[in-house]
């Protein structure tokens, strides 16, 4: 089966959308319109408060069979807990999110912009996400420190990937250490703000197009959220790119 792009926002609920994007929809609509235009959303709310299971099945139910999901990793697990001791939470989280059922597809990490490099707690970590198999994991480094060869071939051996992480306030690690590629764009000149012009997202686009022709499954979604730009540039990224769903 061929790669596919999954191309959509962080998040879909965002209230400075409603008379841009959703036209003024009442918010119980807003996720089967954000579907009609996305193959796949980030669910972002996940990242500062869990999740029950019966919300992850109602969001199944409401979307088209297609429809795919990432899902953001507790920050309890990342920035309070800084990736130790971590297994009885990746349970509770993936007893949860089992409400999403085959939808789910990639969960993201994120690390604090202070936490920098400690080799033995990425390996911890790795270690227990073993205990999710069913999905694959990202994690997103915004310390500089952790850009290195020794953490590209731990995420390599343990089957993580690399978020590429564009934005103003923090540097961008390019890396590619699986044959999943995780993008997010939080806006390059101001963070989860501005918008992108079309050259970068051609320039974006073409990547893409280059990691699917070597068979990479593809994760792209916009968190400049602010005055809408972020379903406006995934649009133009989703036409650019040669196989996303819509």
Same mark, same amino acid.
């Given at each position: 089966?061929?790669?596919?792009?999954?191309?959509?926002?962080?998040?879909?609920?965002?209230?400075?959308?409603?008379?841009?994007?959703?036209?003024? =929809?009442?918010?119980?609509?807003? =996720?089967?319109?954000?579907?009609?235009?996305?193959?796949?959303?980030?669910?972002?709310?996940?990242?500062?408060? $869990?999740?029950?299971?019966?919300?992850?099945?109602?969001?199944?139910?409401?979307?088209?069979?297609?429809?795919?999901?990432?899902?953001?990793?507790?920050?309890?697990?990342?920035?309070?807990?800084?990736? =130790?001791?971590?297994?009885?939470?990746?349970?509770?989280?993936?007893?949860?999110?089992?409400? =999403?059922?085959?939808?789910? $597809?990639?969960?993201?990490?994120?690390?604090?912009?202070?936490?920098?490099?400690?080799?033995?707690?990425?390996?911890?970590?790795?270690?227990?996400?073993?205990?999710?198999?069913?999905?694959?994991?990202?994690?997103?480094?915004?310390?500089?420190?952790?850009?290195?060869?020794?953490?590209?071939?731990?995420?390599?051996?343990?089957?993580?990937?690399?978020?590429?992480?564009?934005?103003?306030?923090?540097?961008?690690?390019?890396?590619?250490?699986?044959?999943?590629?995780?993008?997010?764009?939080?806006?390059?000149?101001?963070?989860?703000?501005?918008?992108?012009?079309?050259?970068?997202?051609?320039?974006?686009?073409?990547?893409?197009?280059?990691?699917?022709?070597?068979?990479?499954?593809?994760?792209?979604?916009?968190?400049?959220?602010?005055?809408?730009?972020?379903?406006?540039?995934?649009?133009?990224?989703?036409?650019?790119?040669?196989?996303?769903?819509?």
């Amino acid at each position: 089966m061929p790669a596919r792009a999954h191309i959509g926002t962080s998040g879909w609920h965002y209230t400075a959308w409603r008379n841009g994007f959703y036209y003024g =929809l009442p918010e119980q609509q807003w =996720l089967g319109f954000y579907c009609r235009h996305f193959n796949s959303v980030e669910i972002n709310a996940s990242f500062y408060r $869990l999740q029950s299971r019966e919300t992850y099945r109602r969001w199944h139910d409401a979307t088209p069979p297609d429809f795919r999901f990432s899902l953001k990793g507790n920050r309890y697990l990342t920035h309070y807990k800084k990736l =130790l001791d971590t297994l009885p939470g990746i349970h509770l989280e993936r007893e949860r999110a089992q409400g =999403l059922g085959a939808k789910l $597809l990639v969960v993201l990490w994120q690390l604090p912009a202070a936490l920098d490099m400690d080799l033995a707690r990425l390996g911890e970590f790795a270690k227990a996400l073993t205990a999710w198999p069913e999905v694959r994991h990202a994690i997103e480094f915004r310390h500089p420190s952790w850009f290195n060869q020794q953490v590209a071939t731990c995420l390599h051996t343990n089957g993580i990937a690399v978020c590429q992480s564009d934005a103003a306030d923090w540097p961008m690690w390019q890396a590619i250490t699986t044959n999943l590629v995780y993008i997010r764009l939080h806006g390059h000149d101001a963070t989860y703000a501005s918008s992108y012009p079309v050259q970068a997202l051609q320039c974006w686009a073409q990547q893409v197009n280059g990691w699917l022709e070597e068979n990479k499954e593809v994760h792209v979604y916009f968190d400049n959220d602010a005055d809408g730009a972020a379903p406006l540039n995934a649009r133009t990224l989703a036409s650019l790119v040669l196989r996303s769903v819509n």
